[in-house]
């Protein structure tokens, strides 16, 4: 199965160069059904990554461009009368697919940010009172723009940046990776090229599996203690919720079975952190001031003593 997950990310690198951490997260989040949430200048391949990671696990891709006039229903889907029918018919909307991709989701409306809530957290959506299953896997992968994200758009509400898994940034490649982009773009293999590594039986087997990697109690202490000081930390406002405690515990159990161990270790954790938990704190406006997420949530794990005994 380990050899299964680095196929997997094997594959992904031909298309995406230089990428190593993020494919890796991908595939954690896949593991759990996770959403990710990508925010990073344009052009640095998060449409690519999304879309090539689709078809490495044999997925249906779709692509949902937020502007302000997008609807609810250009998301979900509608119920419509065929006239030539004389009934009523259901047409999905994109959500409906494996790999979603919501790009530029921040300039979406509030009321069209909803109506992501439903099914990002049960998978499913509701249309004129009927209850549709999206496909599984399912994940979405919504981009932001940092540098424009104050002209004409709306910030995520708490309770939707609660529901991805991780955030996280798709940075400028060095030298060499892109000199090895340009080779690729030549020659290389595009993104609906690359092989089907993994089917749905196999996922559901990687799925079982990694539920079984253990976490020993003074290991457990260290995630909590962790999460527990983002609800006291003079510059953060608003914690760590108990779902983002969750996501912490699996993302750790992932990172973990992806270095073929069946247990986790507080680097494991510590690794994960930022990933898992930067977007999940609020700070306080002071705090804002000096300070970032990823810089408070470094205090945090500064101030917390590593149980070296459980093989740190």
């Known amino acids: 199965m380990k050899d299964d997950l680095a196929n997997l990310q094997e594959e992904i690198g031909k298309v995406m160069i230089g990428k190593e951490k993020e494919v890796e997260l991908f595939v954690i989040a896949l593991l759990f059904n996770g959403h990710i949430l990508m925010e990073s200048v344009p052009g640095t391949g998060k449409t690519m990554l999304a879309k090539t990671f689709a ?24 119920q419509f009368f065929n006239p030539k029918k004389q009934e009523f018919e259901f047409k999905t909307g994109p959500i409906i697919a494996n790999i979603v991709l919501a790009d530029e989701i921040n300039r979406a409306t509030p009321r069209t940010q909803s109506s992501l809530l439903e099914v990002m957290e ?11 299953r999206v496909r599984d896997p399912f994940m979405v ?3 932001q723009n940092p540098v424009e994200s104050q002209q004409g758009t709306f910030p995520l509400p708490i309770a939707q940046m609660d529901r991805f898994f991780m955030k996280l940034s798709m940075k400028y490649p060095n030298l060499e990776e892109e000199r090895e982009m340009l080779r690729v773009s030549r020659e290389g293999t595009p993104a609906n090229e690359v092989t089907a590594i993994i089917t749905s039986d ?9 539920k079984e990697i253990r976490i020993d109690d003074e290991v457990e202490s260290y995630l909590l203690e962790i999460v527990r000081k983002t609800r006291e930390h003079p510059s953060i406002e608003l914690g760590v919720s108990p779902r983002g405690t969750i996501a ?17 270790i507080p680097s494991d954790i510590k690794e994960m952190v930022p990933y898992v938990l930067s977007h999940r704190i609020f700070l306080t406006t002071e705090g804002s001031l000096t300070k970032t997420p990823d810089k408070v949530l470094d205090e945090v794990i500064e101030s917390i003593p590593v149980p070296v005994e459980a093989g740190a």
Not at 122 to 132: A, F, L, R, Y
Not at 248 to 264: C, N, P, W
């Open 202 to 210: 196999d996922l559901e087997k990687l799925r079982n599996k990694v």
């Open 55 to 78: 078809n490495t696990i044999n997925g249906v891709f779709s692509r949902i461009q937020f502007t302000p006039d997008v609807l609810p229903s250009d998301v979900t889907g509608i």
């Open 122 to 132: 049960e998978k499913q959506v509701t249309i004129d009172g009927h209850t549709i």
């Open 248 to 264: 912490l515990l699996k993302a750790s159990q992932g990172k973990a079975f992806i270095e073929g161990r069946t247990f986790v």
């Open 141 to 143: 992968v919504a981009t």
